[in-house]
């Protein structure tokens, strides 16, 4: 019913930057809350920023000032720009939303695949 593909990811030097996106398709009526998680080696999972279909955000204190979200609604995708990365930064970013289907359903929520991020020299 609803996809979610991310891309972007790749192997880049500390203090580089890097943008991934998100795109969602399918039978999509609204989408709600978008958001970012990225997962370290041993499942450890953060939730690493989050926006609002009006457009407000929330980030991790550990990417405050470095990472930036944003969404295009008519893209139905949202965005990740990672700058200043370190190698701490080094997961796998999986997006995620809050889709309906229809008018008459409610939120459900749906995940990308997941894109690897290696921060290394």
């Known amino acids: 019913q609803v996809q979610l593909v991310e891309s972007g990811g790749g192997l880049v030097q500390p203090g580089g930057s890097l943008r991934l996106s998100c795109a969602a398709s399918?039978?999509?009526?609204?989408?709600?809350?978008m958001r970012w998680y990225r997962q370290y080696p041993g499942n450890q999972r953060e939730l690493v920023a989050a926006?609002?279909?009006?457009?407000?955000?929330h980030y991790a204190d550990s990417v405050k000032g470095r990472f930036t979200i944003s969404r295009d609604n008519a893209k139905n995708t949202v965005y990740l720009q990672m700058n200043s990365l370190k190698p701490e930064d080094t997961a796998v970013y999986s997006c995620?939303?809050?889709?309906?289907?229809?008018?008459?359903?409610?939120?459900?929520?749906?995940w990308g695949q997941g894109t690897q991020v290696t921060v290394s020299s």
């Open positions: 399918g039978s999509i009526f609204s989408i709600g809350t």
């Open positions: 926006i609002t279909s009006g457009g407000s955000t």
């Open positions: 995620n939303a809050n889709v309906r289907t229809s008018s008459i359903l409610s939120y459900e929520l749906y």
